[in-house]
């Protein structure tokens, strides 16, 4: 269905002429993108056609997939506005902000908070399916840019008129003092899902009530009243749990919704003063970005992360920021950069000792998940050898607590061995990985797995490749 402007779209036309989109290009993307949110479009040229010369505007999902269509051939978002359709609902704008002043971030990071629970209740991905397709790198230079310029605000105190003595109006819940124990309900809460995230993967429901917890707890928080101290520790649990958001939709495959929590993650960082949170927000972008294909991207924001935290980070925590570095340089094909960062980052590492002050959102990270890093840096470079090696490593502890990292792990593992010619190994451990992911709730580690397989195709007709392949099937055919 459409509804009718006074006279033609020229603002689409103009935007549509600088991509080079023709009418029936347009059309075909927009429809792809609705078919990964598993939407049925069938707009063709002349949809197109009526949306630009008679001022059509089309309902729906289809303005926020029209500007997405658009900022993937110009390599940028597109706001509705851009393209003479902002009237439409403006949800996809919501989350992509990064605020000098506190009080806009406050309302920022709220407001993404409500929307991601009006997502929720919509159901089938809610307003999440209008975001398809609308990942864009470049929403991340300027949230990084400004962190790395103040990565701390002066002063985030917080005081609320109090209500007048005598008058009937109760004060709002969120007009509430907060207080220390407020604070640690928070950071409890991001332990727990942290927990369950590494154990049963982003899409578990244990872990998907943090979007919940952001919504019901967090967000009046921080629109409540709070002393200099209280805020900034406040600020700190709330950007904890905001990066973890955005962790757990990154791993279902949301890249659209994962990007608005990390730049909100990003601004409450510099709200709490966290340099080295500021810069593992840094990172988690980074390898986002290196995963949907822009490694160059991800290696500037691992090397932001890296330079802000000199002389502040512990030795762990800058040793996890270069092997971030390392995967960004692997995947762009530059080995000698990547195993200089995988260098540093070792040596780094080994200057780590049990009584340094190390964040808690880094108790993931230990020897055995540098050596899985650096086997799927290995991996993109081609060298199966250095994979074997560094995988052998990484698998010999024990996986109770981090499921999903074993099963990425075997993954690499059954790169690795079919690289060597080893068919045999290669099919024993993408059985095992085929086992874990069937345990799990994890869009990443089922695209491991969809990897493995596409490379086993040339040995399609061998019995112990179709006996993978079947018993992967029920894996790949999940609903997302």
Not at 20 to 45: E, F, H, M, P, W
Not at 91 to 103: H, I, K, M, N, Y
Not at 104 to 118: C, F, G, I, K, M
């Amino acid at each position: 269905m459409s509804r009718e402007q006074r006279g033609p779209n020229e603002k689409l036309g103009t935007v549509l002429a600088l991509a080079g989109i023709s009418n029936a290009g347009l059309a075909r993307r927009v429809n792809d993108l609705g078919a990964q949110r598993g939407l049925t479009l069938r707009y063709d040229k002349t949809s197109v056609a009526r949306w630009v010369s008679k001022g059509m505007v089309p309902q729906g999902a289809a303005p926020h997939l029209i500007a997405a269509a658009i900022g993937q051939k110009l390599g940028r978002p597109v706001p509705l506005h851009e393209i003479g359709l902002a009237d439409a609902d403006p949800a996809p704008e919501v989350g992509l902000a990064f605020p000098r002043d506190v009080g806009e971030a406050v309302r920022s990071a709220t407001d993404l908070y409500r929307l991601d629970l009006a997502g929720r209740r919509a159901g089938g991905g809610g307003i999440w399916q209008s975001l398809a397709g609308s990942f864009a790198v470049s929403a991340y230079a300027t949230p990084a840019s400004r962190w790395l310029i103040t990565p701390a605000d002066p002063s985030v105190e917080r005081e609320l008129p109090r209500p007048v003595v005598g008058s009937p109006a109760a004060p709002a819940p969120e007009h509430a003092r907060v207080g220390h124990s407020d604070v640690a309900k928070l950071r409890e809460a991001a332990e727990d899902a942290r927990r369950w995230d590494s154990k049963y993967g982003g899409g578990d429901w244990r872990s998907s009530m943090v979007p919940e917890c952001l919504r019901v707890d967090a967000a009046p928080l921080l629109l409540g009243s709070y002393s200099d101290e209280v805020g900034r520790a406040l600020f700190g649990a709330t950007a904890e749990l905001t990066r973890l958001a955005g962790w757990m939709a990154f791993d279902t495959g949301q890249q659209e919704a994962a990007q608005r929590y990390y730049i909100q993650a990003l601004r409450l960082a510099r709200a709490a003063a966290d340099v080295p949170l500021g810069g593992y927000v840094l990172a988690s972008m980074s390898l986002q970005a290196t995963y949907r294909g822009f490694a160059d991207e991800g290696v500037d924001l691992a090397q932001a992360a890296l330079e802000r935290n000199r002389g502040l980070a512990t030795a762990r925590t800058m040793s996890f920021f270069r092997l971030v570095e390392a995967r960004a340089h692997a995947k762009a094909g530059d080995g000698a950069a990547a195993a200089a960062a995988l260098k540093s980052a070792e040596g780094w590492l080994e200057r780590s000792r049990a009584g340094d002050s190390d964040p808690t959102w880094l108790g993931f990270y230990s020897y055995d998940r540098f050596c899985a890093d650096a086997a799927e840096c290995y991996r993109d470079l081609r060298m199966p050898r250095e994979v074997r090696r560094f995988t052998e490593q990484a698998l010999s502890r024990p996986t109770e607590e981090f499921v999903r990292s074993h099963g990425l792990r075997l993954v690499v593992s059954a790169v690795a061995e079919l690289e060597s010619g080893n068919l045999d190994a290669a099919c024993a451990a993408g059985t095992r990985a085929v086992e874990v992911a069937g345990r799990i709730s994890s869009a990443r580690t089922t695209e491991y797995v969809r990897d493995l397989l596409h490379r086993l195709e040339p040995y399609g007709d061998e019995p112990r490749v179709m006996e993978l392949r079947e018993r992967a099937r029920p894996l790949l055919v999940a609903p997302a």
